[in-house]
């Protein structure tokens, strides 16, 4: 199991150069107003 967010990485796997396997995987966290507060 590796864990990357080398640019060059993600470019080999663009092109089909990359590791034979692999999962891409995107997120996105925020705090709405007043929520982090609450939540400590």
């Known amino acids: 199991l590796l ?4 640019r060059d ?3 080999l796997i663009g ?4 590791p034979e396997h692999y999962i ?7 705090w709405g107003e007043g929520q ?3 939540e400590l």
Not at 3 to 6: D, F, I, K
Request: charged share 10%; hydrophobic share 45%.
């Open 15 to 18: 092109t089909g150069n990359g």
């Open 24 to 30: 891409v995987a995107l997120g996105y966290a925020g």
């Open 9 to 11: 990485i993600l470019e």
């Open 3 to 6: 864990l990357t967010a080398s």
């Open 36 to 38: 982090l507060e609450s």
